[in-house]
């Protein structure tokens, strides 16, 4: 499934109708060119960033305040939430299994949620976690960062390494057989436009039981009560 930009903007004034909210067919395109990044529709038409056809999957990335101030200059009085609703549900129409997010800290969330799931249901994490005498999943802390500006241009992809951990549950009532499992993953996406990006990609590289009795050498007990 696919569509374009006049699509979209057809259905964006047909979304604005049916929720009682007059748009008319220009401005819709004008509010659209702004979610996709551009201070006016000529920007968009002009720029060689944006591609001719979305395919679906896709992830736009929307500035809500920038798109509140385009609908004030076009005589609009509309929210950001309201104009996030609005391109979300064009976007669902549309392009179902695509995602529409409301800032970077937005998009942000969803790539660290998708990390953490897919972290938590890896077949090797799993296969580990297994063998452990636990009580279900602590935590789960995979850190990293993700801004627009880290993006590369435009038809290229961003890859993020990104180590950590999941952590178990001990269950007291059972013989200690290990809590945690480290983890390397990469966090891939691609850029495909000013504020659109393509594939999403996570892939869990290595995970190994965290063993703190592995390779340390033995030592007397004076040694280990000075410690």
């Known amino acids: 499934m696919s569509t374009d930009f006049a699509s979209l903007s057809h259905c964006f004034r047909a979304v604005s109708q049916q929720r ?15 979610a996709f990044g551009y201070r006016t529709l000529a920007g968009y038409q002009s720029s060689s960033d944006e591609p001719a056809t979305i395919g679906d999957g896709v992830h736009l990335i929307i500035d809500a305040t920038a798109m ?3 609908a004030a200059d076009l ?4 929210t ?4 996030v609703e609005l391109i979300d549900a064009t976007f669902t129409s549309q392009l179902p299994r695509s995602g529409v997010h409301a800032s970077e800290l937005a998009f942000f969330d969803f790539l660290h949620d998708s990390l953490q799931s897919t972290v938590a249901n890896d077949d090797d994490v799993g296969s580990i976690t297994a063998d452990m005498n636990t009580n279900g999943v602590r935590e789960i802390y995979v850190p990293f960062d993700f801004t627009l500006a880290d993006l590369p241009a435009v038809g ?3 890859s993020v390494p990104v180590t950590g951990h999941i952590s178990m549950e001990i269950d007291l009532d059972r013989p200690y057989a290990g809590h ?4 390397e993953a ?12 393509g594939n999403v990609h996570i892939e869990i590289e290595q995970a190994s039981e965290n063993d703190p009795y592995v390779d340390r050498p033995l030592i007397s007990r004076a040694q280990a009560f000075a410690q």
């Open 20 to 34: 009682g909210i007059a748009i008319k067919l220009g401005h819709a395109q004008q509010l659209l060119a702004c």
């Open 68 to 70: 509140q101030q385009r």
């Open 75 to 78: 005589g609009l009085s509309l």
């Open 80 to 83: 950001g939430q309201q104009l």
């Open 156 to 158: 290229e992809t961003l």
């Open 180 to 183: 945690r499992v480290d983890v």
């Open 186 to 197: 990469i966090v891939s996406v691609d850029r495909i436009g000013r504020r659109l990006i």
